[in-house]
Nanobody
Framework: QVQLVESGGGLVHAGGSLTLTCTAS???????????MAWFRQAPGKEREFVAS????????FYAGSVQGRFTIFRNNIGKMVYLQMNSLKVDDTAVYYC?????????????????WGQGTQVTVSS
């Protein structure tokens, strides 16, 4: 199993920055660097949407159009962590942000294609 725990959420003014961290723990037979990692988010009353993903070795990434150029995803396989650096935050970025692990790496993936999920961390951007 892969257990994921997100941290780093909070309240920030529009235009500000936050960095989210996802820390993984794995049981025997599950290797963190075997998985593509992704961030999704879900705002109140809306469906969960893709934000960003990163391939197992960190050399390729995908971003949703709404965050391209503002958010950066990166990972540390030795520490079993994946990060989401969020700059120039907007009120519309307010959501619960989830970390996910899976074997499929493609643009705009469905949430159903990911195997393991964290519990989420709240990000609130005020105007």
């Amino acid at each position: 199993q892969v257990q994921l725990v997100e941290s780093g959420g909070g309240l920030v003014h529009a235009g500000g920055s936050l960095t989210l961290t996802c820390t993984a723990s794995t049981t025997s037979g599950y290797n963190f660097d075997a998985y593509a990692m992704a961030w999704f988010r879900q705002a109140p009353g809306k469906e969960r949407e893709f934000v960003a993903s990163i391939i197992w070795n960190g050399k390729e990434t995908f971003y949703a159009g709404s965050v391209q150029g503002r958010f950066t995803i990166f990972r540390n396989n030795i520490g079993k962590m994946v990060y989401l650096q969020m700059n120039s935050l907007k009120v519309d970025d307010t959501a619960v942000y989830y970390c996910a692990a899976g074997h499929i790496f493609q643009p705009n993936p469905d949430a159903d294609s990911f195997l393991f999920w964290g519990q989420g961390t709240q990000v609130t951007v005020s105007s």
